[in-house]
């Protein structure tokens, strides 16, 4: 089923109330609450809606509160007849769902509760509960915890605090699991006890977090006897009981201040964009001509989903927030959707036992492990150190500096007296930060960066889409001598470079590229200290598709002539094994493609080349924290050990190694590499399987979460110049008559029909220039990727 948005109405007031417990007292905080909203002074309308009941129908929630709480309004959606946890009734088959027999999946539930405060909201209903069943961690029919299973809808908390021996400790407990999770705890409720005191001590504790606590009387004990003379004076006891807190306690006061929550929570909702406005400088933006409604208000965000505000005042009883698919996956760095309890967990552990620590000298668990963890998984036996950084624009300029030190240090050259450039491919993009600017060509990015220099050569090369059904390498016209333009049957034939890079494509690659580099050496003088490239994806230059084949064979010829670079005396002969580096330093910038963004662990393996200097960042922490590693050879680790400490990589910022940020990543490297062993993307992974005829054995297996039915139907469209899918990107390059590039307008129009949304929800994405695309977690519902091709269907066919 399709994600809701998160739930908020201007008319109606909802609040989902958890307990720190089971058996706290819920259902009578429910009671005592709907009682007293229609009874102010301005009374309003109350619902009760009980998503999960367990146990006889006499004893149901909902049935308390159709007794108690006159004019109430009630509902519960599944009934289980045996009066145990969800989870276990559900096993035992006996739903007796109101509106139907089956056991809920957990995104029908959540829909269900949406789809019941929106028909009360458009009926006029003020204020509305959601009651949970048991605590906070009790688990819902199919196993979650109800704190995960109902996170989606985000609704402000009534918490109920435990007033028995022990509920200190519970109630702080299950105020922290509900924090952690991103809930706004707008009140506490519980018993008054004069032995334990309880509530003397939470008052204290939440008054400190800006919450108001209430205490109301202990209800009337239950009879024993449950004959019907028992039964009656429990309800005439329960009766009195009602009307006494009504009159003794200040619950009507808390009414006035969830009602102010609720007012000052859409006011900043609706305040935000123009406050930011006023402040934000934004990145990558012009703000010439800008307004207020260009800016998304975010109320939160939930596995591949933003929650967006959109105001409607003439239709209060409309929703507020509404799910926007993350499709820019937050500039490249969600992996693991947004808002995951286990990372968040992962975090405060990670806070709680460290905070930050000076790393140099020093070593952390978190770090230790990191490193090790990549090490062992990355798959290069090259890579034996582990630097660490912050992002990665700073992880390449340390990567940059390795390479060139290298270089310099093998073949005797000094830095500060002639220009050592890079090799690498037009279209690059490594970072703003002013070193690896100078590893791209000019640029909208750089050529108006007063410091910006370029220094380098930049190839061009072949690019991979399919059109009109068929995957082809354009050749660019500059390179005709590479020969004609190349189409293949399937993406797996495109990757089989074990068979094409012998091919004649592959050898006139090589010889271009060697010619290429011999006669910027030997005409032009120019010395290069490193070879870096993107695997496979040019990210910001475009989403660059370049054929594999190209890249692969400029590795092969950069290490295969060693001559072409060392025109003079080396200073230091290279060790001749596996792991040493020939020619020049290879180095990957895997910082948007790695880590199973194109659905494998790192890029390089599509070119089977095992590169000396390798960078990560983005996917490193599932789209938690900012992070980056830069991983490298022994022997570029070796060209900065010497007896002075000036050689040394004296490179770093003040939360190198953040503790926090570590213990998320190895958790997150966990959990996707299980996920890859357990074959959670086997479904995609057979439908691209399917598509592929005459791939050969052994090939890198090629994917994407993307459908290749929907690569092949875009592929036909009129507006439509290419279109690849991989991983988890999909990019569609449209036709523009103006030629395209970062500049182009021709892609904003389907931009904008993607936020006007399919039947559930609108698709927030990024253009760079006539290309749109979006992407994927590796955790996105196919449920939601097949929406949104069905969006993209029916704006480009």
């Not at 196993?143 to 908390?157: C, M, T």
């Not at 105020?175 to 334990?196: A, M």
Request: glycine share 10%; proline share 5%.
């Amino acid at each position: 089923m399709p994600p809701v948005g998160a739930a908020l109405w201007r008319s109606l007031r909802a609040h989902q109330v958890y307990g720190a417990n089971t058996d706290v007292g819920k259902t009578i905080v429910s009671t005592v609450l709907c009682n007293a909203i229609q009874s102010l002074k301005t009374p309003a309308t109350a619902a009760f809606l009980k998503p999960v009941s367990t146990g006889p129908l006499d004893d149901a929630d909902d049935r308390h509160l159709r007794r108690y709480a006159s004019g109430t309004l009630t509902k519960c959606l599944y009934q289980f007849g045996e009066p145990v946890s969800p989870h276990l009734a559900a096993q035992q088959k006996t739903c007796m769902a109101r509106d139907r027999i089956l056991v809920p999946r957990d995104d029908e539930l959540v829909a269900s509760i949406h789809h019941t405060l929106s028909g009360w909201a458009s009926n006029g209903v003020d204020f509305a509960l959601v009651e949970t069943a048991g605590g906070v961690h009790s688990p819902g029919p199919n196993g979650n915890s109800q704190a995960d299973l109902y996170r989606p809808l985000r609704l402000p908390i009534v918490l109920v605090a435990d007033s028995r021996l022990g509920g200190i400790s519970s109630s702080i407990s299950a105020y922290e699991s509900l924090l952690l999770r991103g809930y706004d705890v707008h009140s506490v409720l519980l018993f008054q006890d004069d032995y334990y005191k309880n509530h003397e001590y939470l008052r204290t504790y939440f008054q400190k977090k800006s919450i108001p606590l209430v205490t109301i009387p202990s209800p009337p004990p239950r009879p024993q006897a449950l004959g019907a003379d028992a039964m009656a004076r429990d309800g005439e006891a329960m009766a009195t009981y009602y009307e006494q807190v009504a009159r003794g306690t200040d619950v009507a006061g808390l009414l006035e201040e969830l009602k102010a929550k609720h007012t000052a929570r859409i006011e900043r909702l609706e305040a935000m964009p123009g406050r930011a406005h006023e402040s934000i400088w934004y990145p990558f933006t012009q703000h010439h001509g800008m307004a207020p409604t260009d800016i998304t208000a975010i109320d939160s965000a939930y596995d591949d989903f933003f929650q967006t505000y959109r105001a409607n005042p003439s239709q209060p009883e409309e929703g507020r927030l509404h799910a926007t698919f993350d499709g820019s996956a937050s500039w490249w760095t969600q992996g693991l959707g947004h808002g995951n309890p286990d990372l968040a967990l992962s975090a405060a552990y990670a806070a709680g036992r460290y905070g930050h620590v000076m790393f140099p000298g020093n070593i952390h668990e978190p770090a230790l492990s990191l490193a090790e963890t990549l090490l062992q998984s990355i798959g290069n036996p090259r890579l034996q150190k582990v630097f660490y950084t912050d992002n990665g624009s700073t992880g390449m300029e340390v990567a940059v500096k390795m390479g060139l030190r290298a270089a310099c240090h093998r073949y005797g050259w000094d830095a500060s007296q002639e220009q050592i450039s890079i090799l690498g491919l037009k279209g690059s993009y490594h970072g703003d930060t002013i070193g690896v600017m100078d590893c791209s060509e000019p640029s909208t990015y750089n050529k108006k960066v007063e410091w910006y220099r370029g220094r380098g050569y930049w190839f061009d090369f072949p690019q991979v889409r399919m059109s009109q059904g068929t995957w082809k390498i354009t050749i660019p016209d500059k390179m005709r001598a590479l020969g004609p333009d190349l189409e293949f049957s399937s993406l797996s034939e495109v990757f089989d470079l074990e068979a094409r890079v012998q091919s004649e494509a592959g050898q006139r690659y090589k010889e271009y590229i060697r010619a290429t580099v011999e006669n910027l050496v030997q005409e032009h003088g120019m010395k290069f200290g490193a070879l870096i490239m993107e695997p496979v994806i040019l990210g910001a230059g475009g989403m660059l598709f370049c054929d594999p084949l190209f890249q692969r064979c400029l590795a092969e010829v950069v290490r295969g002539h060693p001559e072409l670079f060392d025109k003079g005396t080396p200073r230091s002969t290279p060790s001749a094994t596996p792991q040493s580096w020939s020619g020049l330093p290879v180095v990957f910038d895997e910082v948007f493609t790695g880590l199973y963004r194109l659905g494998r662990r790192t890029a390089a393996s599509f070119l089977g080349v095992d590169a000396d200097v390798a960078v990560n960042a983005k996917l490193l922490t599932g789209g938690l924290l900012p992070l980056c590693t830069t991983l490298a050879s022994g022997e570029i680790f070796a060209a900065f050990s010497s007896r002075e400490k000036s050689d040394a990589l004296l490179h770093g910022h003040s939360y190198t190694a953040h503790a926090v940020g570590c213990q998320v990543a190895v958790d997150s490297l966990r959990t996707m590499l299980q996920m890859e062993r357990g074959g959670s993307w086997a479904a995609s992974q057979r439908d691209w399987q399917c598509s592929s005829t005459a791939s050969s054995e052994g090939s890198p297996e090629v994917w994407s979460a993307w459908s290749h039915g929907l690569v092949r139907d875009l592929s036909h469209g009129k507006q439509v110049d290419g279109v690849f899918a991989i991983g988890t990107v999909l990019s569609v390059s449209l036709k523009d008559s103006q030629g395209g590039g970062y500049t182009s307008t021709a892609a904003q129009g389907l931009q904008r029909r993607l936020a006007a949304g399919g039947p559930t929800f609108a698709v927030h994405s990024r253009v760079l220039g006539n290309v749109l695309y979006l992407m994927a977690s590796v955790t996105a519902p196919a449920e939601a990727l097949r929406e949104i091709e069905g969006v993209l269907r029916a704006a480009l066919l």
